[in-house]
């Protein structure tokens, strides 16, 4: 069970921050580049030490996205903290490897309609894309992830098959990428789905480095988070304050949110080198930039102990 992790290395999971990116890049409104710097950096001020940043594609198909190398050069750079581009070519891996990325990520979507939908091509022209870049990041020693979106289901053709998913996470390996990332980009995993998935790819491929990327569309991400872990997955996708949704798919609401997902994570022993309160303050903080109320639960709650006076409450009369 996930509540007693049995070693210091088994105790520690890592959150991977990626609201600068998959929850920023829908928003209408342009957001500064240094806003989205003060963020990123407050973050990393409060210990998380992994973000998907940004990304380098076309500022034609993500406006939000238009600054990636300028925000990289605002990020202020902590030894131990990995700063990972998006990209989905070998243009937008030449632009991550000058910005001086930790990481690049890689997508493609287990579903044929969604990858036509959210990459305009097939899923077998974007893999040939990640062939093309995958020698660049090599080239330039940086690590390679891999993410499989529609993972566990597309809200256009419904189940995705995990032959898909296999062929995926084979290409990415074969290409370099250890890291493999599984994105629930609509919201449509569940315990058992994520068990499946996750189950075949450990017996097939033992050498991946798998994460997780959970939505929370149908409320319950954090129940697939608790999944994860008893399957051994440690490391995490999260959006501060619950930002997010892929603006290619109907219906897809924010991620998990990073503050509720390091609560949940800590109350079950877990270590993330995460300040809790600090996370919180930054999530409030977005909710200001954003102008409306996120979803993230754990910043207007506060942890369970915390204790309210009996003169702050109302109290029943008669």
Not at 159 to 172: F, G, P, T
Not at 206 to 222: D, K, M, S, V, Y
Not at 260 to 289: F, K, M, N, P, S
Request: hydrophobic share 45%; glycine share 10%; net charge negative.
């Amino acid at each position: 069970m996930p509540f007693a992790p049995r070693s210091a290395e088994d105790r520690f999971a890592l959150v991977t921050e990626v609201g600068a990116r998959d929850g920023f890049q829908s928003e209408p409104k342009w957001i500064p580049t240094e806003v989205k710097a003060q963020v990123i950096n407050a973050l990393i001020d409060a210990g998380v030490s992994s973000f998907e940043a940004t990304s380098f594609v076309s500022p034609r198909a993500v406006p939000q996205m238009a600054d990636a190398s300028e925000l990289m050069a605002l990020i202020r750079r902590k030894p131990g903290v990995r700063l990972t581009g998006l990209v989905p070519n070998a243009r937008g891996a030449e632009r991550a490897a000058a910005a001086k990325v930790d990481m690049m990520a890689s997508f493609v979507s287990a579903s044929e309609t969604h990858c036509q939908t959210n990459l305009n091509k097939s899923q077998d022209a974007a893999l040939a894309d990640f062939q093309e870049l995958a020698p660049i990041a090599h080239r330039y020693g940086i690590p390679l992830r891999g993410a499989v979106a529609t993972a566990f289901g597309c809200p256009f053709e419904g189940e995705v098959s995990i032959d898909n998913v296999l062929k995926l996470v084979e290409a990415y390996l074969r290409g370099g990428a250890r890291h493999i990332t599984l994105g629930d980009t609509t919201g449509m995993a569940t315990p058992p789905l994520v068990t499946r998935t996750v189950q075949v790819i450990q017996a097939r491929f033992p050498e991946a480095i798998i994460a997780l990327h959970f939505h929370n569309t149908r409320g319950i991400g954090l129940a697939n988070v608790m999944n994860g872990l008893e399957l051994g997955i440690r490391e995490y996708e999260s959006s501060i304050g619950g930002l997010g949704g892929c603006p290619f798919a109907p219906g897809a609401t924010g991620n998990i949110c990073t503050e509720d997902l390091v609560y949940l994570l800590h109350e079950c022993g877990y270590d993330t080198g995460i300040d809790l309160e600090a996370l919180a303050a930054v999530a409030r903080q977005v909710q200001g930039v954003m102008e409306r109320e996120l979803p993230g639960q754990f910043m207007k709650a506060g942890s369970r102990l915390k204790l309210s006076s009996l003169e702050s409450v109302r109290r029943a009369v008669g």
